[in-house]
């Protein structure tokens, strides 16, 4: 759970000042860079609903009230940032990794995420997923300039058109990234994609569509992982992750004000917004959209293109 930050930690802090081209970038450390801090859950909190929401459950941790105590027992001189997830070895009494890839390929060994046969696919989708979707929300969300947000948000959707096309060409195949094999791309994917609705569209401003009627492959590969395996379901919680970016980043949402949409947070797998409904239908009488989803005769850098030309017109 996301703690209101404190007025030395402000997010303009990762824009370094004087940076003209407004980017957001992540900064290197010895443990995984995010922008908040954490705390744990207390029996006076309002917003912790749901299953193992529990403090430090760790024998010794009693009082420990925030996650930066576990980062300052591990390392009492630790001026880095606090963040999730963390994995911590309970008898060295240390946090062993900080970083959610790292920490995937670390426990591949009970659940093989990794398979030998897929590796060299794994890592070249892994590669433009992260640097375009998973880090392409926080880059369009934390730019300073109309310039970087405009780049980077057409940059997102791009990326998004591109994993479309993918599962829309696969989907016979299975319902994983992989067709019939569950790995560590669709868990790494999932998480941005979860969010995407229900944050990222309003807080990031990445609103040139919805996964739910802007993508229908993306929206039945997401909603199959949610409703289908217990795992994804019940470590999703939508009241922390709405009340966490909306509460933490105060230089983007300064009142602190929790959107109460979308309604439902996500869609049951037999259920479709009109809108898609309705593209369906349309797509059904007409044909399929090409892969490379044309509209009017342009494809989606070009079209998104025109929205970087009319934020530079005169007003």
Request: charged content about 25%; proline content about 8%; aromatic content about 12%.
């Amino acid at each position: 759970m996301a703690a209101q930050d404190s007025p030395q930690a402000k997010i303009t802090d990762w824009v370094k000042p004087g940076d003209p081209t407004g980017e957001f970038k992540r900064q290197p450390s010895s443990f995984r860079s995010f922008i908040s801090r954490w705390r744990f859950p207390t029996a006076e909190d309002t917003d912790a609903e749901g299953e193992n929401v529990v403090p430090d459950p760790v024998p010794g941790h009693e009082g420990f009230t925030h996650l930066r105590h576990v980062y300052f027992q591990s390392n009492p001189s630790y001026t880095g940032r606090f963040t999730v997830p963390v994995l911590y070895d309970k008898k060295t009494q240390t946090i062993v990794n900080n970083e959610s890839s790292e920490i995937l390929r670390m426990l591949n060994s009970e659940v093989d995420l990794y398979p030998e046969p897929l590796r060299q696919q794994v890592d070249e989708a892994e590669q433009w997923h992260y640097d375009l979707i998973n880090n392409g929300v926080y880059k369009s969300g934390f730019a300073t300039t109309q310039e970087a947000y405009t780049r980077n948000v057409t940059a997102l959707f791009s990326a998004l058109d591109r994993a479309e096309a993918h599962l829309a060409a696969t989907e016979s195949e299975g319902p994983y990234w992989f067709g019939k094999t569950l790995t560590e791309v669709d868990i790494r994917l999932y998480v941005t994609l979860i969010r995407f609705d229900p944050v990222y569209v309003q807080h990031f401003k990445c609103n040139l569509r919805d996964i739910r009627s802007g993508y229908p492959a993306l929206h039945r590969w997401m909603r199959h992982l949610y409703w289908n395996h217990e795992a994804f379901r019940l470590t999703t919680n939508f009241a922390h992750i709405k009340f966490h970016y909306t509460k933490s980043h105060s230089q983007i949402n300064p009142l602190g004000i929790t959107p109460l949409g979308p309604v439902p947070d996500v869609l049951p797998l037999d259920e479709e917004v009109p809108a898609a409904t309705a593209a369906v239908a349309a797509a059904s009488k007409t044909g399929p959209v090409s892969k490379d989803r044309k509209v009017g005769g342009k494809t989606p850098n070009k079209r998104y293109g025109k929205v970087a030309e009319r934020s530079k017109a005169p007003r």
